[in-house]
């Protein structure tokens, strides 16, 4: 008898660690795919999806586990989803005279679901916040060199960041 656990069951490309353990029951070896087993019988790894290692288009992936005795084999599958989160943040003016406003936008693609999937805060105006997914704002007036930073939470569970800086004219 063949039994694959794995964790978390969606997984961020090169960053999610994935939790692997395997056990073959009444069999003489292993052999994993996805994962390596070293021909043991019972055992555990953690494994990252590489995206060197999948089609660039991939959404999913099974971690497949053969067990053999005497030339029968039974498998089992662990099947994952495959994350590729990014954000894209941009002001429309990167820099403005003194006093002015500008607009900040960002966009995101494989975060957590739910308005508070992402966080955007000022080091200069610490009570302007805003929460949401892909989003369009106006900045408080800029006095000086003002840094937005966007925080969001993938699906995988990873922290992205990205930073968007208005500089005074």
């Not at 925080?151 to 990873?158: L, N, S």
Request: aromatic letters at 4%; glycine letters at 8%.
């Amino acid at each position: 008898q063949a039994e694959l656990a794995c964790a978390p069951s969606v997984a961020d490309i090169d960053e999610t660690p994935i939790a692997v353990s395997w056990q073959c029951r009444g069999a003489d070896t292993s052999k994993g795919d996805g994962f390596n087993t070293s021909g043991n019988k019972t055992g555990s790894a953690n494994i990252k999806l590489k995206s060197e290692d999948l089609n660039a288009d991939a959404t999913n992936v099974d971690l497949t586990l053969t067990c053999t005795k005497a030339g029968n084999t039974k498998t089992a599958v662990c099947p994952l989803e495959i994350n590729r989160p990014f954000i894209v943040a941009v002001a429309t003016y990167s820099k403005v005279p003194r006093g002015d406003t500008t607009t900040i936008g960002w966009v995101v693609k494989g975060m957590k679901d739910g308005d508070d999937a992402c966080k955007m805060t000022s080091d200069k105006h610490t009570d302007f916040s805003k929460t949401g997914r892909n989003v369009v704002l106006t900045t408080p007036p800029i006095q000086e060199r003002t840094m937005f930073t966007i925080k969001c939470t993938t699906k995988g569970g990873i922290t992205k960041t990205a930073q968007v800086v208005v500089e005074v004219e």
